[in-house]
């Protein structure tokens, strides 16, 4: 395969050093959209890519030992060309892919003598995915394989964004960040600019049908169902993949914990050692689901009990759930003392009519074989369920 051939997408935005001279570290690398190359063809970037972007840079993907930043070249040289600038954690802020970069010394020189006004990233789309120069078998899909920077970009019509979406926005007016799309949708549109075109463009979906007319602007025609069917598989198929090499990653890294344990032991006692710990983590998932057992169990026997005094009009009935969750957070002594008091409240005719139990009679609901075994096995009686059921029944 030729070096041509691995090369991805390219998106151009322009940038530019701030007043005093400092460069961006947090830059926006592209944006979601909908394009027809000629050379590339037609693809679209929607949020879903960018986060299976985050996800896939997380995991590794591209990056020399899994962990070490993406490259910053010139001229999209690839290995050829010294690193202007390093990406060292990427995120989607919005409609925005962005980027964590550190600057060379040479990309700084670059920049601040005004040799380069452009950076564009490297990327393999949906619909351009490149294979994985260690894996012929596999695809990469929504993966940032590095940036560039440019002075020949791919689009040369895109709106002009300030590379740092966080630092020198408003001091920068004049690079076309600020355009107000309804100061641009009242001109004619012979009297736009190339720029405002492209602005239109972008935001398409927030113009009428008669203002797309007017200003030559087609509407999506949107995917077919086939088409997002295949979308569905391979975002799903590339967020798998993404997660199991993390938590092949989480392994191996687990693994060398336990190697570092188990150093100067014999194989016998690392057997021993691993078994032991499995123990351990085993007792220790019992006792959690336990105490989330145990858990249960009371906020069941509480609702039961402040359901009954709500129907015999002493609460209301909407107050049951706010009691059951401060008696849950109470200590035991507290606990007490609430029921106690509760226990004390005089019975509210009112209330009680309102809440329409008719008494505090159970006998009107019935309880199956399987509820009454239940109730039996988990500590409860049988007018502890019908309690719950008719709180459950009140809702």
Not at 237 to 246: D, L, N, Q, T
């Amino acid at each position: 395969m030729t070096k041509k051939q691995l090369k991805t997408i390219a998106l151009p935005f322009i940038l530019k050093a701030s007043a005093d001279g400092s460069l961006p570290t947090e830059i926006e690398i592209a944006r979601v959209g909908y394009w027809d190359t000629p050379y590339h063809g037609t693809f679209e970037l929607t949020h879903s890519d960018f986060d299976m972007a985050v996800l896939q840079f997380q995991a590794g993907k591209y990056r020399v030992n899994g962990t070490e930043p993406l490259p910053g070249t010139l001229d999209h040289n690839g290995g050829e060309s010294p690193a202007a600038f390093r990406i060292t954690n990427i995120y989607r802020d919005g409609d925005s892919l962005m980027a964590t970069v550190e600057w060379t010394e040479l990309g700084k020189e670059k920049l601040t003598r005004d040799e380069y006004r452009y950076i564009s990233f490297e990327y393999c789309t949906r619909a351009n995915p490149m294979p994985n120069p260690e894996n012929v078998n596999e695809m990469f899909v929504n993966v940032v394989t590095g940036a560039t920077l440019t002075n020949d970009p791919l689009f040369k019509k895109l709106k002009p964004v300030l590379a740092s979406a966080r630092s020198g926005r408003d001091n920068d007016k004049d690079e076309g960040e600020h355009m107000d799309l309804s100061e641009i949708r009242a001109k004619k549109a012979e009297e736009l600019t190339d720029e405002e075109k492209a602005f239109l463009n972008e935001h398409k979906a927030e113009l009428t049908d008669d203002e797309r007319t007017a200003f030559g602007i087609a509407a999506d025609e949107g995917e077919t169902e086939e088409q997002k069917a295949q979308r569905e598989a391979e975002e799903q198929a590339a967020k798998e993949a993404a997660e199991k090499e993390a938590a092949d990653k989480a392994a191996a890294e687990e693994a060398k914990k336990l190697e570092a344990s188990t150093k100067g032991m014999t194989a016998t006692q690392k057997a021993e050692f691993v078994k032991l710990k499995a123990s351990v983590q085993a007792l220790e998932a019992d006792a959690q689901a336990g105490r989330e057992a145990k858990r249960e169990l009371e906020r069941t026997k509480l609702t039961a009990t402040l359901q009954a005094h709500a129907n015999r009009g002493a609460i209301k009935n909407d107050q049951v759930g706010a009691g059951v969750d401060l008696l849950l957070a109470s200590s035991e002594a507290d606990r007490s003392k609430f029921t106690a008091f509760l226990d004390a409240l005089p019975t509210n005719e009112l209330l009680k009519a309102e809440a329409g139990t008719g008494g505090d009679n159970d006998d009107d609901v019935e309880l199956s074989k399987e509820e009454i075994d239940l109730a039996a096995k988990f500590g409860n009686s049988e007018d502890d369920i019908k309690a719950t059921k008719k709180a459950e029944a009140g809702k």
